[in-house]
C-alpha cells in the first residue's frame, strides 16, 4: 500500500473500505506527470523539480480539484459542470523558522488515489442518512532545502471540493502561517461578514478593514464565505471542517490582486480576551483542517450539499449517543416561579427544554462562581420538577466560569439533573481557544450533557465528532431583529457551515419581518436546539387564539429524515421543506420585496395530504402587523402550490399525509 502507512496518515482508508475502495502507487494513464528524478527517494536535496499535475474528480463528474507542481511551485484551482469556481491559486505552509513548504523546491515523492462511496447514520441532522462519496488523490512531497516530507490531499465530491496539508515527519513543527488563496473569476461577489456584523455583497478586493488593537485586524472576513458568479449557474461556500488543534482560518483580501482572498490564521481571539499565539507548534505526523469549497449549481442545490462540512469531520467519538436529543427551548426568566411556569409552557406548546439564562449564578460580568444559583431559584426543585414533567433543563455558563474547571463544573451540573450547557462569549481563534472549545465539548460528552456554544464560535463540523454539541451562535442573532434581508441571506452563508442557534422570535413587536416569516424558520435553518418565543414569558400566549400560529411551532421537529430546497436566491428568498416522518415541513421567506413562489410539491409520497398553510394576510403598518392567516386544502405531489408572500413576509405550511 505504498510508503505512506510509515508516516500514520490521518484516515488511510483500508482495502475493506465501504463501496469498493480503489488504490495505487501510481495510476497509468492518470492525469499525472512526474519525472524520474521527483519520483526516485535519493539523496535529500538532489531531487530535481518536476512539472506536474493530478485532478481529483466526483463520482458523478460534476466537480473537479486540480492540483499542479510548476517549477517546484504548488497550486490549485477547482471548476463545477466546466465553470470555474476557484481559478490557479497557491498551496503552501510556512513555518516559524522561515521554511515555506509548496513555494518552492518541491517534488513528488509519491502518488496514490482512491474513491470512496458509503453511507453513515447522524444522530440527528437534515438527513436521516449522509451519502459520502467522493474521489481522493495525495502527493507525497518533500521540501528539497529542508528535507521536510509533507502531502496534500485533495478530494472531489458531487457537492464540492476539498483539501489540506499533512506534515508527515515524526516529530514537531511549528507553523507560522497558511499560504493559501483562493482566486476567483472576475465579477465574483462575496458576502463578507465578520464577528456577527450583517453580510454584505463586495468585490474579493474589497472586504472592509475591521479590528482593533486586541483583534485580528485588516480586510478580514469570517467563514462560511459565499460567493457568486456572474454567470448565474454556480454558487460556492468556503468552509472549514475538522479544524484540531489550529488556529480558527479567517479571509483576506489581497493589496494588488483585486480578485483574490488569503488565508488567514488567527493570532487573536474574535474578541480580543485571551492570549495572543501568533505560532502553532503541533505535533507530527499532523493533518490541517480541510479547507472545503461547497458548490451548487443553484443557489438551493447549494443548501442541501451542505453536508459536506460533516463529511469531512471526523466520524463520532462517541459509542452511546442514546441519551443525545435535540430539540426545542424556551428561555425563563430567574426565578423558582418563572422556572416552574416555563417547565408547563414546555409541556404544554411540545418543547424538550427550559433554559437559564446569564444571571442564574450571579452577575455573570463579575462572578466566575457558577456552582450556587442566586437566591432567587430553587434550582434543586426546578431541575426535579422538569425531570418529573419530561422536561430537560439547560445552564448557561460564561466561558470565564467554565474555563478554569470544565470537568468539576460538568460533573455538579449532571449530578443536579441538568441536561445540558449554554455556554456564552466564547473567544475562538486561536490554537488554544480551539482546544479549550474541543475539550469543552468532549468534557460534556463524558457527563451526557448537550452543549450549546454562543458568541464568535464558527463550525468545523465538530458536531459529527462530538454530537452532543447541537449548536452554535456565530452570526448576528434574531434577537437583534435583523432584516428580512439578512434572514434570507443565512440558509446559503452561515448555515451552511452547521447548525444555527437563531432565538426565534415569533410575536415580538420589533421584529422587521411579519410574524410568518419568524414561523418559517423553524423549516427553513438547521437549528437542532431551537429557542422559541425568546424574548417573551408564558402568560403572553395564554390566550392561544390570538396566536394563530402557535400550532405550527407545537408541531415543528428540529431533527430530520429527509430535507429539500425547492427554491432560493441569496439575499432574496428561500423555501425549504423537510419530512419527519411521514409528514413535512415548508418554509418560505422572502426579502423586503413582495413575491409569489410556484413550488411543484413533487417531493411529497404516493396518495392525499392536508395542507394547513400560514400565510401572510394583507400587509400591515409594519412587517409584524401583518396577521397571520390559516387555511387547509389537499393536495398530491402533482400540485403546484402559488405561495404568496408579503413585504419581509413568508409562509409555513405543514403537509399531513391523510
Known amino acids: 500500500m505504498a510508503d505512506s502507512a510509515s508516516h500514520a496518515l490521518p484516515e488511510q482508508p483500508s482495502a475493506g473500505a465501504p463501496g469498493g475502495l480503489s488504490r495505487r502507487g501510481l495510476l497509468k494513464g492518470a492525469a499525472v506527470t512526474v519525472g524520474a528524478a521527483a519520483l526516485g527517494a535519493g539523496a535529500a536535496g538532489t531531487a530535481a523539480a518536476a512539472d506536474a499535475s493530478v485532478t481529483a474528480t466526483a463520482p458523478d463528474g460534476s466537480n473537479t480539484l486540480t492540483m499542479s507542481l510548476t517549477s517546484g511551485t504548488l497550486s490549485w484551482s477547482a471548476k463545477r459542470r466546466g465553470l470555474t469556481v476557484v481559478g490557479p491559486s497557491a498551496l503552501g505552509l510556512e513555518l516559524s523558522d522561515g521554511t515555506s513548504l509548496g513555494t518552492a523546491g518541491t517534488v513528488i515523492t509519491n502518488y496514490q488515489h482512491w474513491t470512496v462511496d458509503h453511507t453513515w447514520t447522524p444522530v440527528y441532522g437534515r438527513n436521516a442518512t449522509v451519502r459520502d462519496r467522493y474521489q481522493e488523490m495525495r502527493w507525497n512531497l518533500r521540501d528539497t532545502a529542508s528535507h521536510i516530507n509533507f502531502s496534500i490531499q485533495i478530494r472531489a465530491y458531487p457537492t464540492g471540493v476539498a483539501f489540506r496539508y499533512v506534515l508527515l515527519d515524526k516529530g514537531t513543527a511549528t507553523i507560522s502561517d497558511e499560504l493559501t488563496t483562493f482566486a476567483f473569476p472576475d465579477s465574483t461577489l462575496v458576502y463578507s461578514a465578520r464577528d456577527e456584523d450583517p453580510y454584505n455583497p463586495v468585490a474579493p478586493g474589497s472586504i472592509p478593514s475591521t ?297 415580538q413587536s420589533r421584529d422587521r419581518t411579519t410574524n410568518v416569516h419568524q414561523m418559517a424558520m423553524a423549516a427553513v435553518f438547521y437549528q437542532p436546539l431551537n429557542f422559541l418565543y425568546w424574548y417573551d414569558s408564558p402568560s403572553k400566549y395564554a390566550n392561544a387564539s390570538n396566536w394563530p400560529g402557535l400550532p405550527w411551532f407545537d408541531a415543528v421537529p428540529t431533527s430530520w429524515d429527509e430535507s429539500r430546497t425547492l427554491a432560493g436566491s441569496i439575499g432574496q428568498y428561500v423555501a425549504v421543506a423537510r419530512r419527519h416522518g411521514d409528514t413535512w415541513y415548508l418554509g418560505a421567506m422572502t426579502d423586503e420585496t413582495p413575491r409569489t413562489l410556484s413550488l411543484p410539491l413533487t417531493f411529497l409520497g404516493g396518495g392525499t395530504y392536508t395542507a394547513t398553510v400560514y400565510a401572510d394576510g394583507t400587509p400591515g403598518t409594519s412587517p409584524f402587523r401583518t396577521p397571520v392567516v390559516v387555511s387547509t386544502r389537499t393536495v398530491t405531489a402533482a400540485t403546484t402550490l402559488d405561495v404568496a408572500m408579503a413585504p419581509a413576509g413568508g409562509q409555513a405550511i405543514i403537509l399531513k399525509q391523510t
Open 211 to 507: 479590528g482593533t488593537a486586541t483583534t485580528d485586524t485588516g480586510p478580514l472576513t469570517d467563514l462560511p464565505l459565499t460567493a457568486t458568479y456572474a454567470s448565474g449557474s454556480l454558487i460556492a461556500s468556503i468552509c472549514e471542517s475538522s479544524r484540531l488543534n489550529f488556529p480558527r482560518l479567517m479571509l483576506s483580501s489581497v493589496s494588488g490582486q483585486p480578485g483574490t482572498l488569503a488565508a488567514h490564521l488567527m493570532e487573536y481571539t474574535a474578541r480580543g480576551a485571551d492570549t495572543v499565539q501568533t505560532i502553532s507548534t503541533v505535533t507530527t505526523p499532523f493533518a490541517t483542517p480541510w479547507r472545503a469549497v461547497v458548490t451548487g449549481s443553484t443557489h438551493a442545490e447549494l443548501v442541501d450539499n451542505a453536508e459536506l462540512v460533516l463529511n469531512l469531520a471526523p466520524a463520532s467519538a462517541l459509542t452511546d449517543t442514546s441519551w443525545i436529543k435535540p430539540g426545542k427551548a424556551f428561555r425563563v426568566q430567574l426565578t423558582t416561579a418563572a422556572g416552574m411556569a416555563g417547565v408547563d409552557f414546555a409541556v404544554a406548546r411540545g418543547l424538550q427544554f427550559i433554559e437559564y439564562d446569564g444571571g442564574w449564578y450571579g452577575d455573570p460580568d463579575h462572578s466566575t462562581d457558577a456552582t450556587k444559583p442566586i437566591p432567587g431559584i430553587d434550582l434543586s426543585s426546578v431541575i426535579s420538577y422538569a425531570t418529573s414533567k419530561g422536561i430537560g433543563v439547560i445552564l448557561y455558563v460564561d466561558r470565564r466560569a467554565a474555563t478554569a474547571d470544565p470537568e468539576g463544573l460538568f460533573s455538579l451540573y449532571k449530578s443536579w439533573g441538568a441536561e445540558g450547557v449554554k455556554l456564552g462569549f466564547i473567544s475562538d481563534g486561536t490554537q488554544a481557544m480551539t482546544n479549550r472549545i474541543a475539550n469543552w465539548a468532549r468534557t460534556a460528552a463524558k457527563h451526557h450533557l448537550l452543549i450549546d456554544m454562543h458568541d464568535d464560535v464558527r463550525p468545523f463540523g465538530h458536531e459529527r465528532t462530538y454530537p452532543n454539541w447541537v449548536s452554535m451562535e456565530g452570526v448576528r442573532g434574531n434577537e437583534q431583529f435583523p432584516t428580512a434581508s439578512h434572514n434570507v441571506t443565512l440558509p446559503f452563508a452561515r448555515n451552511i457551515g452547521g447548525p444555527m442557534d437563531y432565538t426565534i422570535c415569533y410575536g
